[in-house]
């Protein structure tokens, strides 16, 4: 595809409801990230895969949150269990390679727990 | 939790000027990276320097790595309006996954 992208754009959930974030990364990259954005600070990383293997999820903050990468392409971020600390952006970014050299990155899902 | 720290938080400049934003780290890196994100939308890539790099140009933009000081710096020459933006840096612990943005620095740029 042209670039990443992120569905939906806007989520608005209940507290307590569970949710659940798609990435589609740029077609044959191998790495791919998850970050959290609290508005006004940097993107905070939450987890990183290097095809379908999770090799870093230590910026998950709870056990609530969860994701995956079942085929090494499409990842989904889901948080069970939504509380209002959970409001942020979450963002995805891509890499060609293992590692953390240039990423590219989607546009965000912007998520609101009331 | 975030390594990377920008100064200054917030430059307010006159088109045409030089803005200049640093950043400092904590720990041994493999790279540094500078992003810029505009209002409501993704980040965007601008350059990358390693490790064992002192400097680096591309276009307007400026990059210097002191490790010794574990700082970096961002020169943009010659600024427009439409480099309004904030501006991160973003560095990875060697021999890790993990990437670190710090805070950011918010340039605003007068036409």
């Known amino acids: 595809g042209a670039g990443v992208s992120q569905s939906p754009r806007y989520k608005v959930a209940k507290r307590g409801q569970d949710v659940a974030l798609r990435c589609d990364p740029i077609s044959g990259h191998v790495s791919l990230f998850w970050y959290q954005q609290a508005l006004g600070q940097g993107p905070e990383f939450l987890t990183y895969?290097?095809?379908?293997?999770?090799?870093?999820k230590s910026g998950l903050p709870s056990d609530r949150f969860f994701a995956e990468r079942p085929e090494g392409s499409v990842s989904t971020l889901k948080i069970q269990r939504t509380q209002q600390e959970d409001s942020a952006v979450y963002l995805c970014a891509s890499s060609l390679e293992a590692g953390s050299e240039t990423q590219y990155f989607g546009p965000g899902t912007r998520l609101l727990v009331l | 939790s975030q390594q990377g720290e920008e100064d200054p938080q917030a430059l307010s400049i006159q088109e045409g000027e030089n803005a200049t934003m640093n950043c400092s780290y904590k720990t041994s890196i493999n790279n540094l990276q500078w992003y810029r994100q505009n209002s409501g939308r993704g980040l965007v890539h601008l350059i990358l320097?390693?490790?064992?790099?002192r400097e680096k140009h591309s276009g307007r933009l400026r990059v210097t790595l002191d490790t010794s000081k574990k700082s970096s710096s961002l020169l943009i020459t010659a600024s427009r309006a439409a480099d309004t933006a904030s501006y991160f840096c973003?560095?990875?612990?060697?021999?890790?996954?993990?990437?670190?943005f710090g805070a950011g620095t918010r340039l605003f740029v007068k036409a």
């Open positions: 320097i390693r490790s064992n790099e």
């Open positions: 973003a560095t990875d612990k060697t021999g890790g996954f993990k990437t670190i």
């Open positions: 895969f290097q095809n379908e293997a999770q090799l870093d």
